[in-house]
Structures are given as C-alpha cells and as structure tokens.
C-alpha cells in the first residue's frame, strides 16, 4: 500500500516541481526502521538532494534521529538538514511558518506494538502506547501549525484510518473545521492544503479497451491521471503512454500474460498496481513491490467502496479505485460492455475458458486488433450475469459514499453503447478532441 510520504511526495513532484528550490520539508515522526518502501526519512532526503530542498527531521526517541543521522551520511546531506530530538508539538512552537509538514508522530494503539516500541514510549512519555494521547499530540500539532500556515502551506497525516481510528480522530475534525480543503486521500494517508488555496476540479480517467476507442488520440491522456485496464499494456508499448494506475484482477489473464505484467511492476511504468490475490501464488517476490495492491485487501477492510463491489470485473473495479483516489470527477472510456463472444479464431477449452487458436485480423471487442494473440486464454465476457450487476453496484458505491462523505464526485460514460446508461450520464468522445 501506499504509505503517507509517497503521498506527499507526488504531490510536491506534480504540483510544485517548477517552485521547490529553497522549499521546506519538515517530517514529524523519524525512521525506525529500515523497511523498504517505509522509510520516509530516506525517501524525503532523496527528494530534497534532487530537488534543492531543506530537511528537518523531528521526534522524541534519539534512536530515531540517529536514524536520521546514519542516513544523511549515506547520502553525504548535511549542509541544507536539521534533527531534532523532541515532542513534534514542542518543535513546531519554535517555528514561524512551514511549507510541507509530513504527520506521522504518536502511534496509535493498534494492538500489534512490539515490546520494545513500548518501552521506548514509557522511557521518553513515561507511559504505554495509547490512543488518548495520540489523538492529544496530532490535535496540538495541528492548532499550531494552523497558526503559522501560508496560503502554499501543505500537510499530510498517516495513519488516518476512519473517525474512531488512527491517529487523526481529533485532529482531522479540528483542521475541517477550520476550512482546510482535502486535496487527496490515498489509503490511509490525507493531504490537505490552505483554506485561501484555489482547487481546481480533479479528473481521473478510466479506460477500457472496447471498440468505441478505435481512433482515439491517446496523447490526450500524457498530462492525465488515469487508469488502464488489462491487456491494453498491448498497445502502451507501441505508444509508450502507460497509464498512472493500472488494474487486471482476471487471474485468467494475468496467470497468461504473467511475464509483461511483472515487466511493469519491476520496471515502474505505472505508478500502482491492482490485481487479484492469486496474483503473489503465481510470482511470490510481489510482495517486495509496495506499488502492488490486492482487491481482497480493500474488500476486508471496514469502511472502504470495495467492501460493497460483490460483482466486479476489472473495469468496476477500475472505476471504484478512482473513487477511492479522491477525484472529483470520473470519466469512463472505452467500457463498451458489449461482446462478440465467441470469435472464429478460438476454441472452447475444458474447464469453459476460451483460447485464441489463430490470430484475429479484425476483433469486433477491442480499439485495436492484436488485444488478442494466439496463445491467450480468457474468460467468456459475461455481460448480463456479472458485468452489468457490477456497474449496477459501482453506481450504488457513487451514491452511498457520496452521502456518506459528503462529497459530490461525478461519474460520466463516453462509451457509444447504451449498456451503461441506465446507470451514468451519457457524454460525447468528441469533447476530448
């Protein structure tokens, strides 16, 4: 999963590239340990060699800063850094204005703390890891840096789980409360930006492979955040326009195409990845990827849209994710729902999945003809029992969530066939040329 710097660090990379010379960095809550994909400490140090930036690194426990220190002498950073050894609540009332704060200080209790962990907190707080004063640390930090913020000012929290867990039970109410706008919220990490900042409404694409792409310009989506779907990898490698995220959970599918999948992951031409979890018994070393994501992870936990897909294929599942990415607008491309079931060129195997036995010159389902290759297994498109039931559940996760967080995201469907219109608003491709 993507933890809270990553978050942080995208936006800083997305929005602020052209500015951050000079720019601050300050991170409440120091490396512990050395754990890959972990370590904001090292990730924020890297950013601010690249980019020019300074680096203050704060927490209670001098293990911690030691932490710190070992890695600025890997990376030889001295010059542009400060550690500190103190509460982050006691810091930040020596400073006067900040403009990238990361929040990852107290734990909460998750009742999964090592011994050791706890008898660091009881040598510096005098106490056992709990809640109450968790929730006490953020909320201070939080009224002062509300204090001293500038329009440009940004904070990021993690461990924000829900209203009741996390480390931002008190915390997240009191900076809503004082009109900070939530940019993003990723897993469980949330950035926020200054009330007087401008947002512009944020689009998220998710495309298909249907048929009504045939002749879509697809430089449209280089500048774009968006979301691609299975063997559309196909034609990213003629293009070279990958998609930011990118989602296959058809173990059928994946366990063909094993080889270009893992080629992604290992190369980093998407950002992120879901697929389903049969996916870590065909290639165990996923685990060792954190831009890896399973479905069932999202589907077990309390609070989350994918707890309410019961049907799904991967556009659904495609389309939800960018629910869960924050966006305020969803427009899906290319989820044509619409099949030639059996083509000519492949036979039905034993167990009904079907196998390409020779290669199509036209395919009636795909914007491009060689989605398909000899080779290639695949389910039969089930269009009336499982794909139209898993949009019908998308458009209920739209409604329910907005309600339920009261936000306002649209969805709307660029796609020629009717299939999809009972449940989202009709558009035309033609407003994207």
């Known amino acids: 999963m993507e933890h809270g710097h990553q978050t942080l660090i995208n936006y800083i990379l997305k929005e602020k590239d052209e500015n951050l010379k000079g720019k601050t960095i300050i991170e409440i809550g120091s490396c512990r340990e050395f754990l890959e994909g972990q370590n904001s400490t090292e990730c924020f140090i890297k950013l601010c060699i690249q980019k020019d930036m300074k680096f203050i ?19 030889k950073h001295f010059t542009n850094m400060e550690i500190h050894t103190c509460k982050g609540e006691d810091y930040l009332k020596t400073i006067d204005s900040f ?39 953020h909320l ?41 706008q939530v940019f993003k919220r990723v897993n469980n990490s949330v950035l926020f930006v200054h009330p007087d900042r401008v947002l512009l409404s944020r689009d998220m694409y998710v495309v298909g492979n249907g048929v009504s792409l045939k ?36 173990p059928v599918v994946t366990q063909s195409n094993l080889k270009e999948i893992k080629d992604m992951i290992i190369n980093k031409k998407c950002q992120t990845f879901m697929v389903d979890y049969s996916f870590i018994k065909m290639w165990p070393e996923c685990k060792d990827y954190p831009s890896v994501h399973y479905l069932q992870q999202y589907q077990m936990t309390p609070y989350n849209p994918f707890r309410n897909l019961i049907d799904y294929c991967s556009g659904s599942v495609a389309t939800t994710l960018a629910y869960c990415l924050d966006t ?41 003809d060689d989605y398909q290759r000899v080779g290639d297994i695949y389910n039969k498109p089930n269009v009336d029992k499982v794909m139209k039931q898993s949009w ?16 306002e995201v649209k969805l709307y469907n660029y796609n020629t066939t009717d299939v999809l219109d009972e449940y989202f608003e009709r558009k035309s491709l033609d407003e994207f040329k």
């Open 328 to 368: 305020d607008r969803v427009n899906l491309l290319g989820m044509d729902c619409k099949y030639v079931e059996f083509l000519p060129e492949c036979i039905e195997l034993k167990d009904k999945t079907l196998k390409i036995i020779k290669q199509p010159k036209e395919n009636p389902n795909y914007y491009f």
């Open 57 to 75: 690194s704060v927490d209670m426990d001098e293990k911690c800063s030691q932490n710190v220190y070992s890695l600025a002498h890997k990376y």
């Open 215 to 250: 002749g879509f310009d697809f430089n449209f989506l280089k500048d774009k955040e968006w979301i691609g779907c299975c063997l559309g990898f196909r034609d990213w490698e003629r293009t070279g326009i990958y998609p930011t995220h990118y989602v296959n959970v058809d």
């Open 99 to 137: 403009d990238f704060m990361y929040l990852d200080g107290y734990d909460y209790d998750h009742g999964l703390h090592s011994e050791e962990r706890q008898d660091r907190y009881n040598h510096y707080m005098g106490t056992d890891i709990n809640n109450e004063e968790c929730w006490e640390s």
């Open 392 to 407: 019908f559940d998308v458009r209920n996760i739209f409604l329910l969530f907005n309600t339920l967080r009261n936000k």
């Open 140 to 180: 201070l930090m939080v009224k002062e840096l509300c204090k001293i913020a500038h329009k440009d000012s940004v904070i990021c929290f993690d461990d924000i789980i829900d209203e009741k867990v996390g480390k931002g039970v008190t915390a997240i109410p009191y900076i809503l409360d004082k009109k900070w």
